[in-house]
């Protein structure tokens, strides 16, 4: 049974964690609390965990899971831990790929973004077919068990490479959260992100966008007629983006949102979702 919030350990964890620098300190303490109330020998389990995230871990990795558009994602140290501000990229989405069935998760992380997307269209369309895949192993195997609930599929690998080729010219959502943090930028990072989580799903090369610019590549190749890929990017580097997409012999429009303080770049690939694909690439 979970600790309840008035537990009188509660005043004592809420301290060593504002000593500690945290800024939500009466929220974390509350998880925290119910986290070791859920284990045997919780008092030695609680000071265990308070003790992580004082030091700086994050909340995240000491709790194994994140809340995203209102799943519990399992979320293993080293991976990516998916932002609240990613869930308008799922928004886009599901906007998006309206009357699609076949979704990809590309540089999936934890594989959040596939597991959410495919919760929303599957409730219209029970075939929705859902696959991740990451270049980093241990991604790879916490995506797994998330995208398991939605019979998803993962794959090791780098970007379209990781692919089965018979999801070639057949996916109707892409969505790819590709690294776009400059490498150059990468020290000025929270610590929580620059000593915790990989290098891989940080560093997007010279100006941020060098892993976006090989997806926008190949994407055209591999969505459906009518299918589209999206990213997260910075504003700043919003008009690069667009440029990249269009390169790729893409549609390519931008949604930015103030609320989740977010940019999203879309790409769509021409002709009707029940037309024939094209092979290539």
């Not at 008035?6 to 000593?19: G, I, N, T």
């Not at 284990?39 to 003790?51: I, M, T």
């Amino acid at each position: 049974m979970a600790t309840p919030p008035d537990s009188p350990l509660l005043p004592d964890v809420v301290a060593r964690l504002r000593a500690a620098g945290c800024v939500f300190a009466e929220e974390e303490a509350e998880l925290l609390l119910a986290a070791a109330g859920e284990s045997p020998g919780a008092p030695a389990s609680l000071d265990a965990l308070v003790r992580r995230r004082a030091e700086g871990e994050p909340l995240e990795y000491v709790l194994g899971w994140a809340r995203f558009c209102g799943l519990r994602i399992e979320v293993d140290p080293g991976v990516f831990v998916p932002r609240p501000r990613t869930e308008f990229l799922v928004e886009c989405a599901a906007d998006a790929g309206r009357g699609g069935s076949v979704i990809v998760d590309l540089c999936c992380g934890t594989g959040a973004l596939g597991a959410a997307l495919a919760e929303r269209l599957g409730a219209a369309d029970p075939a929705v077919e859902l696959h991740a895949a990451d270049i980093d192993p241990a991604a790879v195997r916490c995506a797994a068990r998330n995208v398991a609930r939605f019979g998803g599929r993962t794959y090791q690998g780098d970007l379209f490479d990781a692919l089965p080729d018979a999801l070639r010219g057949r996916i109707d959502v892409l969505l790819a959260n590709t690294p776009y943090v400059p490498t150059d930028d990468i020290p000025f990072l929270p610590s929580e992100a620059r000593d915790h989580e990989a290098r891989v799903a940080l560093d997007g090369g010279t100006d941020g966008l060098s892993v976006l610019r090989r997806v926008a590549a190949r994407a055209q190749h591999w969505l459906a007629p009518g299918g589209v890929v999206l990213v997260e990017t910075s504003d700043q580097q919003r008009a690069a983006a667009l440029a990249a997409f269009a390169a790729g012999g893409l549609e390519a429009t931008a949604r930015s949102s103030e609320e989740f303080w977010a940019t999203v770049v879309l790409g769509r690939r021409s002709g009707s979702r029940h037309g024939p694909a094209r092979a290539g690439g």
